[in-house]
């Protein structure tokens, strides 16, 4: 009876030494040590952040910015059927890969209850708190001034300036100057 | 303790020496390597850092744009009191996200580009330096032109000619001819292609940038040289002693001492220059931007 | 207590310190063996590929703007990449990816662009310009497994309309 529990003792000691020697051996590489979910997280915060910066370049993102809750239905996260240059950017580069994200205008407001829009991915529906804490996020900025005019339609026509057009998502921050306000884009994808 | 129970002591010895047989396996390898487990989390606060100042100065390029407008002299403080806003904003909107703290300030020592202009009506003559009085150079070597305004408000005289002389990189010329033969006419010659002409009476306000003319509330639209012309441009006046009138010229370029005395030249910011200072957690830096003025 | 080791008290002690290794050892091994024996030709080619597609992006694009690569322009990424014989030896080379060493030899690179529809469709397969030209550099990796990959949202510049809204520039390197 002794020994056999000096054998089990004595081969779970050498399974644990053995275990340990091949776990260090395999941990040192010279490669950055991400695990596979590291990796596809870096993946998808380099892809959504040259998403940002390329609609930015463009003008699509200053364009859905100033389109959005303005009269038009196309810019609401919905995936199908929308031909706004940013909603099929986010079409083709994330619904398309079966990747899923939320979007978050975050804007100043002297009300403190309501700085913060988000639109949500057509797959998750209107659970904006249903996304895993390691997702990836990408920020922009977007600049709005006085006598810059509201987009429309498929947010490529222009409308009346926005200190001057009815029922747009974010107030006059500084009324006595020309800037209108300044919006926080926030990409978060998974 | 059971330490007299062999059993139990080649286990915990067996675990002893699994650890102490894994961290040396670990130190000797970053001994032997530099590359630490650390380094992708510095790279990613690079690129970061490199897109929050992309969209920054981009923002700053629409606010140079929209401050613009008509009135020169007022440019460098509608812009400053611009820059404050859009800090003051930013700084609160990025706060929550745990975003950058931003300061952005005018430099006007650093920015580029000079004018040139005649306020009140008189010849067109070299304002100052040496050389002929009446055939000069505005500039040479012009890369960015902002305002370009002339009126003439008379050519005394019969069968006199003002001209207004660009010449392209490649050596082409675009000539403006002013006469006043009765009415006055503004006649454009762009290198290639037909001539054309406002006439009117009155004063003439041209607009050498945008290409319109209005003599006396009769408009007309002409080819501006900078369709028609590469960069860098020479700018001249020929038989500037012929006409009377006012002009304003700023650019970047090269204002020659054969042309103006110091204090004839003043700075204008044709591309301003920025004062960014930005502050995060993990860095804190400035940089003086020229600001590329487009309309975002 | 007397030094006969067989009492309850004695052999309760010895087995809970058995049991509680027995536990930890496989609790500890379960989740990382699964990551050791991963393959590490991808975890390792990854920062290869990153370095290879920000070398292309930034050295590509059009001064002044992000992510608008110079396709068919003089310098461009066409003519560039069309002229590199040996593999794409040209391009690893500025990009610093000749790490050969005793044990491991250079990484092989393969660059293809991918356009808007074929991204609507979900598939990679490289787009093909107007004149016919099929956008892919490099050796095929037709057949491969273990191949790690980089994609970049990029746009090309002269590409009538293939690059609308976006297109994807992947780096694939095994």
């Known amino acids: 009876m002794r020994g056999q529990a000096y054998t089990l003792e004595g081969v779970l000691a050498a399974i644990v030494v053995v275990t340990a020697t091949v776990y260090g051996l395999s941990a040192v590489d010279t490669g950055p040590f991400q695990t596979g979910t590291q990796q596809r997280i870096a993946a998808l915060e380099t892809r959504a952040s040259d998403t940002l910066s390329l609609a930015a370049e463009t003008g699509a993102l200053h364009n859905a910015t100033a389109c959005y809750s303005v009269g038009t239905p196309t810019l ?35 009300d403190s209850s309501a700085r913060q829009t988000a639109l949500v991915s057509q797959e998750t529906g209107e659970n904006v708190a249903d996304r895993p804490a390691d997702a990836a996020v990408a920020t922009e900025t977007v600049t709005l001034t006085d006598d810059m005019p509201a987009r429309i339609g498929d947010c490529s026509g222009t409308g009346p300036p926005l200190s001057a057009v009815d029922g747009y998502f974010a107030p006059d921050a500084e009324p006595d100057s020309v800037v209108y306000n300044v919006v926080e884009v926030r990409l978060v994808v998974w | 303790m059971v330490a007299s129970e062999r059993g139990q002591l080649l286990l915990i010895g067996g675990i002893a020496v699994a650890i102490v047989v894994f961290s040396t396996i ?11 487990i650390t380094t992708t989390g510095s790279a990613d606060t690079i690129e970061r850092s490199a897109d929050r100042e992309a969209s920054v100065e981009r923002d700053l390029g629409v606010l140079a744009a929209r401050t613009r407008g008509d009135d020169l002299d007022g440019f460098e403080e509608r812009y400053e009191n611009a820059l404050r806003n859009y800090t003051r904003t930013h700084n609160r909107v ?27 009506a008189s010849r067109f003559n070299r304002p100052g330096g040496t050389g002929s009085n009446v055939h000069w150079d505005i500039a040479r070597s012009v890369d960015r032109v902002v305002v370009f305004n002339l009126t003439v408000t008379r050519i005394p005289g019969v069968g006199r000619e003002f ?92 204002f020659p001492g054969t042309s103006y005395d110091s204090g004839d030249t003043a700075p204008y910011p044709v591309v301003p220059a920025v004062d960014t200072t930005y502050d995060t957690p993990s860095a804190s830096y400035n940089r003086t931007v020229r600001v590329g003025v487009d309309d975002g | 207590m007397d030094s006969k080791a067989q009492t309850p008290q004695d052999f309760a002690v010895g087995v809970s310190v058995l049991l509680v290794t027995v536990i930890g050892v496989l609790a500890f091994v379960q989740g990382s063996a699964v990551g050791v024996y991963e393959s590490p030709d991808v975890q390792r080619n990854q920062p290869i590929a990153d370095r290879a597609g920000t070398y292309l992006v930034e050295n590509y694009s059009v001064a002044g703007t992000r992510n608008h690569v110079r396709y068919n322009t003089s310098g461009g990424i066409n003519a560039s990449l069309n002229a590199d014989t040996d593999d794409l030896r040209d391009l690893k080379e500025k990009a610093g990816l000749i790490v050969a060493t005793e044990r491991r030899v250079n990484p092989r690179v393969n660059v293809t662009v991918v356009n808007a529809s074929t ?3 979900g598939a990679r397969t490289p787009a093909v310009d107007d004149h016919g030209e099929r956008l892919a550099w490099g050796p095929s990796t037709d057949g491969r497994t273990n191949v790690a990959s980089t994609s970049r949202v990029v746009k090309l510049t002269n590409a009538t309309g293939q690059c609308d809204p976006v297109c994807w520039l992947v780096v694939r390197v095994w």
């Open chain 3, 119 to 121: 991204l609507e469709a």
């Open chain 1, 76 to 110: 609401n996260g919905n995936q199908t059927g929308s031909s706004t240059e940013f909603e099929m950017m986010l079409n083709r580069t994330f619904d398309r890969q079966g990747n899923q994200y939320n979007l978050y205008l975050s804007y100043w407001n002297s």
């Open chain 2, 163 to 254: 001209i207004v002389k660009v010449e392209g990189d490649s050596g082409d010329t675009w000539k403006m001819v002013v006469t006043e033969p009765g009415n006055k006419e503004v006649a454009v010659t762009p290198p290639s292609g037909p001539t054309t002409t406002c006439s009117g009476s009155g004063d003439a306000d041209v607009d050498l940038l945008a290409g319109t003319c209005d003599i006396g509330g009769t408009p007309g639209t002409f080819p501006s040289f900078t369709e028609t012309l590469d960069a860098p441009y020479t700018v001249r006046i020929e038989k500037g002693n012929r006409a009377r009138g006012t002009y304003r010229f700023a650019a970047i370029g090269n």
């Open chain 2, 26 to 36: 670990l130190f000797a390898h970053s001994l032997a390597v530099t590359d630490g």
């Open chain 2, 94 to 120: 990025v706060a929550s996200s745990g975003g950058t703290y931003l300061n952005a300030t005018l430099n006007e020592s650093a920015s580029l580009g000079t004018e040139v202009n005649q306020t009140t």
